[in-house]
Each structure stands twice: as C-alpha cells, then as structure tokens.
C-alpha cells in the first residue's frame, strides 16, 4: 500500500503505512500534525463512536438542542459538539507531543467518511 493523503473543504487526513514511526496524518486547510499509527487507530475508532452516539441521541433531542459528547483513550480526547446532523469535532492530543485541533461542523460529515475508507485497501 502507498502514502494516503484525502482532503476536503476543511479537513484532510493521510496514511503512510511505510513512514517509520508517524504513519497518520490529521488536519484542516491550516494546521496539520502527524499521529503514530496507534493514535491515528484511536482518532478514527472514536470519531466513529461520537458519530453514532450523535445519530443515536437524536431521537432524544428537540429540533433546537444543542449536545456535546466527549470520548477518550490514553492516548487521545475527543469532542463533538452541535446538532445530531451538524457538529464540531475537537480532540486534544495526550501524548509526548500535546496538541489539539478543531474541525468545523462543515467539514465534519466529509471527514467521517474518509476516515471509513483510509485503510480499506
């Protein structure tokens, strides 16, 4: 498998199953940083876990409410804040390097998708 690099309006992500160590890469049009292969596994198991409690809790929800959900690892937090069908992402990198980045509820539905299909190859 080759170097993956997707991007959309807001958001990119990319895997490099031959780097040494920063296999993983997560950003916007802005900002970028690398994640090891077990941070980029965690950032995708829990944006996919934020986004199926969002869809199941909108059955909960009046049209107006707003929710935030947190879900962590030792390695990573995340945050989705918003509607069930319109939210921010964030998270909050936990390892050596400590960094934290934001997605716009725009970019949010493009980047779930992406992470879906990165390493079904």
């Not at 309006?9 to 160590?21: H, Y």
């Not at 829990?46 to 690892?73: R, V």
């Amino acid at each position: 498998m080759e170097r993956l690099i997707k991007s959309g309006a807001g958001w990119r992500i990319g895997w490099n199953p031959n780097a040494t160590e920063f296999k993983g890469l997560v950003g916007t049009d802005d900002w970028a940083i690398e994640l090891t292969e077990a941070e980029l596994d965690d950032f995708c198991r829990l944006l996919a876990k934020l986004g199926n409690t969002m869809q199941q809790i909108s059955a909960e929800l009046m049209d107006e409410e707003k929710i935030a959900c947190e879900a962590e690892s030792d390695l990573l937090w995340m945050e989705v804040e918003g509607y069930p069908h319109e939210y921010s992402l964030r998270f909050i990198l936990n390892t050596g390097r400590c960094a934290e980045g934001k997605w716009n509820p725009s970019a949010v539905p493009s980047l779930v998708q992406a992470v879906e299909m990165l390493k079904v190859f």
